[in-house]
């Protein structure tokens, strides 16, 4: 499978503060192994094209609420930081990260569209996946797979869709947007009980949750996948599937409490891709969301990769 990287040096200028764990350290990390390795050189794409706020603050209003949407704008410091949770701030620069976010969303689809490669990872920040329709929150300001999902919608009139989102945080966000609408399926798994809490708020006939105890391993994850998660595809038969990809499920991550290793990742990103490709032609896009040990994080993305590659 042909992949693209997609990154911008944009997304480093977003940052809540000195010992925040979301921070540019996250994609300096991926970006380091990666020339180490040699993927970095195999897959980057040059983020060459620009996009002008409207447009992309028209596919934001479509999955957010406009009192969201200006309340960023307005909240936007032009100084140090302002708060949006206890967990989520905004300096002068994190909305412009947010936008050019979306941009590498735009043109991973735009490049899968024209045939340039099969699939995409997009390692940008802030992450999205906590972002509700009228709430930023958990590190997160826009939910960019729902963004990506309207995108496809507007570009080639895509019906129908599937996002997977592997993190130790459940995807509220995702869930939020898309609980009423059935062209969407949403698969999560999380620890739990854990951050957000809001899990129940959200139960409809195309979102399903995959709860996973503290100290699980992998394999519980793979066992609920192929019982769960396979069914739901064959009846959703998506066109694209999107994956919010996560990866503080790691052993070492100091936000989790579950007990992955780099390697589970290969093991879990082959069985979706395996899943998934005769059911949208290797039409995937994934997204970082978490993962906070740098040394975890990339190394686990690097499996996610490979597993692309394979």
């Known amino acids: 499978m042909k992949l693209a990287f997609l990154t911008d040096e944009a997304c480093l200028s977003h940052e809540m503060g000195i010992g925040h764990p979301e921070a540019p350290a996250r994609l300096l990390a991926i970006n380091q192994h990666l020339t180490e390795t040699g993927l970095l050189a195999d897959f980057l794409v040059p983020a060459t094209t620009l996009r002008d706020d409207k447009t992309i603050e028209a596919l934001w209003a479509e999955v957010h609420s406009v009192e969201l949407l200006e309340s960023l704008i307005a909240r936007s410091p032009q100084h140090g930081y302002a708060e ?136 519980i994850l793979l066992r609920l996948i192929e019982r769960n998660w396979l069914p739901a595809l064959e009846r959703q038969r998506p066109e694209w599937v999107i994956i919010s990809a996560g990866f503080d499920a790691h052993r070492d991550d100091p936000l989790g409490g579950l007990c992955w290793t780099s390697t589970d990742y290969y093991r879990l990103s082959r069985l979706l891709l395996d899943s998934v490709q005769p059911l949208c032609a290797g039409r995937v896009i994934s997204l970082l969301e978490g993962g906070y040990n740098l040394k975890a994080l990339a190394e686990s993305v690097d499996a996610h990769l490979r597993a692309f590659v394979d």
């Open 84 to 219: 949006i949770d206890a967990d989520t701030r905004l300096n002068c620069h994190s909305l412009r990260a947010a936008r050019t976010a979306t941009a590498m969303v735009m043109q991973a689809v735009d490049g899968i569209v024209a045939g340039d490669f099969e699939a995409a990872f997009c390692s940008v920040r802030p992450p999205g996946h906590h972002a509700e329709r009228s709430m930023a929150m958990g590190f997160c300001l826009v939910n960019q797979a729902a963004v990506a999902v309207n995108y496809l919608r507007r570009t080639c009139g895509a019906r129908s869709f599937a996002i997977l989102d592997f993190d130790v945080h459940h995807g509220n966000g995702t869930f939020d947007i898309f609980k009423d609408d059935e062209s969407v399926l949403v698969c999560s798994s999380y620890q739990h009980p854990f951050y957000p809490g809001r899990q129940s708020d959200s139960v409809a006939p195309n979102l399903v949750h995959s709860r996973l105890d503290a100290g699980s391993n992998c394999d």
